[in-house]
């Protein structure tokens, strides 16, 4: 398994602003996911990234609106810039071990 | 198009009554497949999964689930249902022809439990 936290648990954000939402395991893992899941949905892949290599998005997503970064195998962040009312969701990060993945609490962002 | 079903948005139940969620799926192959749940305000945990051998897999909590292949179903159940396991319910997978590995999940089914 893999224990994850993510910073910040929740924030209000006024909108174009930008917000770091950072993503910490506590194992070496490759691959790691971004998803987001907005009220009352499910979970959409926002995009991969893997250790030492561009993170690839999902169609729907570009990398100006949700830059991602992974500079080692137990750490990630992922911004939401510009932010609208629309961005307004649970942003959870995934690592992948072998062919599971394992979810944190996530990110609460209410955009105002 | 890959895609997973649960056709089920919202199951309401009696407390220790039996429980079973729907979930198929259409892949070429069989998938890999999970079970997972959603507390309110909690991220996701992991209840089950399948990836080979024994159709029948025994999770946390109480909770299994069958593999039918032949009906592409991965069905989740309880026999008895506690207040606690209220929760959104979601069911994915994962394509083994996938390098990527990466999870599709279904729309998800909330659980409500009556006293």
């Known amino acids: 398994s893999a224990v994850i936290s993510q910073k910040p648990s929740r924030d209000i954000c006024q909108r174009g602003t930008s917000l770091t939402i950072q993503c910490q395991v506590d194992s070496q893992v490759t691959m790691m996911f971004w998803y987001r899941q907005q009220p009352g949905q499910s979970l959409t892949l926002i995009a991969t990234a893997n250790q030492g290599s561009e993170a690839t998005y999902e169609s729907g997503f570009v990398i100006d609106k949700f830059p991602i970064s992974r500079p080692n195998l137990t750490f990630s962040t992922l911004t939401v810039s510009n932010m609208s009312p629309e961005d307004s969701s649970i942003y959870l990060c995934?690592?992948?071990?072998?062919?599971?993945?394992?979810f944190g609490p996530g990110t609460r962002l209410t955009v105002l | 198009a890959q895609s997973v079903t649960q056709p089920d948005i919202h199951i309401t139940v009696s407390e220790g009554a039996s429980l079973e969620l729907r979930c198929n799926y259409s892949y070429g192959a069989t998938p890999y497949l999970f079970w997972y749940v959603q507390s309110p305000g909690q991220g996701l945990q992991l209840l089950l999964k399948y990836f080979s051998g024994d159709t029948l897999v025994q999770g946390i909590k109480g909770f299994e689930a069958e593999f039918k292949r032949s009906q592409s179903s991965f069905n989740l159940r309880k026999p008895s249902v506690h207040w606690s396991d209220a929760a959104e319910y979601f069911c994915a997978v994962v394509d083994r022809g996938s390098t990527l590995g990466r999870l599709y999940f279904g729309r998800g089914t909330q659980l409500t439990v009556w006293p």
């Open positions: 995934s690592p992948q071990k072998g062919y599971e993945q394992f």
